[in-house]
């Protein structure tokens, strides 16, 4: 992406990148939590989650949570609500020219980008934390209430 030389397009990085890799962005956030968090990704547009092998990674989630589109790989745990074109756009993990295209398409497509973004505020709510936690509590409950 950065060989193309995208107009009005930066390239930020949250976490910790090494030296070489900080110079494929405009900003390298470093570790964020927090309000600093939530306000990076309050900012962005596209969020890209380019991971190989993961459990249920947060990081797509919250970025759907603040409004951006999401490009993700399909790794366990996004496979259990990213839905391509509906909610994000994915690819299969390791696959760099994928998710290429899918920040393009969505530089290239506005209405995509916007539904994308409204889309995964709303997948976003169903995993929040307090819904998360009110699901467990009722399983408990339930199981609690078989043995007694």
Known sequence: LR???????EFHSIGDVDQE???????????LSGDSYFEALCKTDIFVYSSLQDGF???PLEAAACGCSLVTTLVPGVDEWAIDGVNSLT?????VSGMVKGVERLLNDKNLMNGLSNA???VADRYSWSKQTDKLLDYVEELVKDKV
């Open 91 to 95: 690819v299969s993990p390791g696959d």
């Open 57 to 59: 990674p947060a990081p």
């Open 21 to 31: 890799s900080a110079l494929s962005f405009d900003v390298n956030h470093g570790y």
């Open 3 to 9: 060989n193309k030389n995208l107009k009005n397009v």
């Open 120 to 122: 995964g505020v709303k």
